[in-house]
C-alpha cells in the first residue's frame, strides 16, 4: 500500500473513524487478531537467520544448496547453454494443467530408464510439478482422496518438511526406524521389523538416493531384500528423489533403488526434482508419476492429479521447464549436465574427506569415519542441538539443529574454520 494511503488509514478519513480507533474497526480486524507467529522452519528458518548476521566469517551449511569451491551460487553450463537456446523464440502461454510433455517424458526416462517397458506400454501417469515439494504434496493430496483411511510411514528422520506435507494433506503419519545414532549408519534389521510389523498395504516414504538428513543409504542387496518384503506384505512404495546424481555422481546408478522395485513388479510413486542435480531450486521444475496397471489407469490417473492441480495453482511454470526439455533432450547439452552433476558430486566427495582430515589433524578425540562414509549432499554429524548453538551463537556458523551439515557449502576457504569450530564444541563431549 503506498504511504499516501496507509497515512489516511490511520489519520481517518472525514466522517469516519481512524483505524484502531472504534469498535467497528477492532472487530474488522479481530478474525484474525490472534494469530501467533509461525515457528521458524527449521532449515529455511537457518538461512533467514544467516542473511541477518553481519559478521564477515559467518557460514552458512544449513540449506542444502550447491556452492562453488568460492562459496558462490552455481548456474550450471548447461543452463546456460539452454537458456541460450530458448531466449527469444518462445511464448509465455500457459503449460497444459499437467505440464510439459517433453519435459516428463525426459523425467521419466531418467527415473525409469530411456528403455524402460513402462514408458512405451504408457503405464505411467505423470505430471510436471512444482519441484520436489510440489510432486510430494500433489501425491498425498491424491493418497488421501482415493484411499481417505490410509496412512503414510516416513523414515526417522527424514527431510522436515516430510512431516509438514502429509499432515496438511491430512494423512496420518507413521514412522519407521532407519538410522542407528551409535553406529551412524543404516538401522537395517529395525527397519526391516518395522516394514514387517506396519498393516499389509501400507503406504511407505523412501528417500531413492542420498537420505536426507543422514546420508545412509540401503546397499544394493539391502533394497533387493526391502523390495522383496514389500512385496510379501503388499505396501506401496513412495520414492522421494530429490538428489538424482548427487548420491554416485551418476543420475543412473542412483536411480537403482526404483530400478529393483519396478523389476520386481511393483507399482510405485516417484517425486523428481531439478532442484539440486540442475541447479535450478528457484525455477520450481519437478516431477510426479505413478506406475498403473495399463494405459487406461494411466490416463485416469493423470487426470485426476490434473484435477487436483487445478485450484491449486492451475498450471506449472515454463521456464524451469524449458530448461530440462532443452538440456535432457540434446545429446551433447545432456553429457554437459552429467559432467557437470559430477564435478559437484566429486567437490562433495572432496570437502567431506577435508572435513574429516581437519578434525583428526586437530587432534579430536572423536571418531570422524562417518563424514566419509555417508553420500550426497549431507553429513549428518551426530552433534547435538546445544553444540549447534554455540557453532552459531560463538562461530557464526549456520545449520539445521539436528546437526546436519550441508556438505554443498563446505568450501577449501572455509573448512579449516569449520573444523576448528566443531572441534572447539565437541572435544569434551
Ligand atoms: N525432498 C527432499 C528429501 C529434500 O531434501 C528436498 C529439499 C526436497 C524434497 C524438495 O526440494 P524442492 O522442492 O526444492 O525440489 N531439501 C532442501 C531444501 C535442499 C528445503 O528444505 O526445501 C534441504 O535443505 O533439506
Known amino acids: ?34 494469530v501467533e507467529p509461525a515457528a521458524k522452519d527449521p532449515i529455511l528458518g537457518v538461512t533467514e537467520a544467516f542473511l541477518a548476521d553481519p559478521s564477515p566469517e559467518k557460514v552458512n551449511v544449513g540449506v542444502g544448496a550447491y556452492r562453488d569451491d568460492n562459496g558462490k551460487p552455481v548456474v550450471l553450463e548447461c543452463v546456460r547453454e539452454a537458456e ?26 531418467l527415473a525409469y530408464g530411456d528403455d524402460s517397458e513402462f514408458i512405451k506400454d504408457k503405464r505411467i501417469a505423470a505430471v510436471q510439478a512444482l519441484s520436489g515439494t ?6 498425498a493430496d491424491f493418497q488421501k ?40 549408519g543404516l538401522d537395517f534389521a529395525s527397519m526391516m521389523d518395522d516394514i514387517k510389523n506396519a498393516p499389509n498395504g501400507s503406504f511407505f516414504l523412501l528417500h531413492a538416493c542420498a537420505h536426507n538428513p543422514t546420508g545412509v543409504d540401503p546397499s544394493e542387496e539391502q533394497w533387493r531384500e526391502i ?8 505396501h506401496f512404495p513412495f520414492f522421494d528423489m530429490a538428489y538424482q546424481g548427487f548420491a554416485s555422481g ?19 510413486g516417484c517425486a523428481q526434482s531439478y532442484a ?93 569415519e562417518h563424514i566419509t562414509n ?4 549431507f553429513c549428518y554429524s551426530g552433534m547435538t542441538p546445544e553444540q549447534v548453538d554455540r557453532l552459531t551463537n560463538e562461530f557464526h556458523i549456520y545449520m539445521t539443529r539436528n546437526g546436519r551439515i550441508s556438505m554443498a557449502g563446505v568450501t577449501t576457504g572455509n573448512v579449516g574454520y569449520l573444523a576448528n569450530a566443531i572441534h572447539e564444541v565437541t572435544k569434551s563431549s
Open 145 to 184: 482422496r482415493f484411499l481417505p483411511d490410509s496412512q503414510i510411514y516416513i523414515p526417522i528422520p527424514t527431510w522436515s518438511n516430510h512431516h509438514n506435507i502429509w499432515r496438511d494433506a491430512n494423512v496420518p503419519q507413521r514412522t519407521f526406524r532407519y538410522y542407528h545414532p551409535d553406529t551412524k
Open 84 to 109: 541460450r537456446r530458448i531466449a527469444g523464440r518462445l511464448n509465455m502461454e500457459y503449460l497444459p494443467m499437467g505440464g510439459s510433455i517433453k519435459m516428463i517424458e525426459e523425467s521419466l526416462k
Open 374 to 377: 555417508q553420500i550426497g549432499m
Open 250 to 268: 551418476d543420475p543412473e546408478k542412483d536411480a537403482k533403488a526404483i530400478r529393483i522395485f519396478l523389476e520386481d513388479g511393483h507399482q510405485i
Open 276 to 368: 539440486k542435480n540442475m541447479g535450478l531450486y528457484g525455477q520450481r521444475a519437478g516431477c510426479l508419476s505413478i506406475l498403473c496397471e495399463d494405459e487406461l489407469q494411466a490416463v485416469a490417473v493423470k487426470s485426476q492429479l490434473q484435477q487436483i492441480a487445478r485450484p491449486m495453482y492451475s498450471n506449472p511454470p515454463v521456464h524451469g521447464a524449458l530448461v530440462v526439455s532443452t538440456i535432457l533432450g540434446d545429446p551433447e547439452l545432456k553429457s554437459l549436465w552429467l559432467k557437470e552433476v559430477k564435478s559437484m558430486a566429486d567437490r562433495i566427495i572432496g570437502m567431506r574427506n577435508a572435513l574429516r582430515e581437519n578434525l583428526e589433524k586437530l587432534g579430536s578425540p572423536l571418531s570422524w
Open 1 to 34: 500500500m503506498a504511504a499516501i494511503g496507509r497515512g489516511i488509514l490511520r489519520r481517518g478519513i472525514v466522517g469516519l473513524p481512524a483505524v484502531g480507533s472504534g469498535s467497528a474497526a477492532r472487530s474488522m480486524a479481530s478474525w484474525f487478531g490472534h
Open 134 to 139: 510440489g510432486a510430494c504434496r500433489l501425491f
Open 227 to 234: 523390495s522383496y518384503q514389500f512385496k510379501v506384505k503388499k
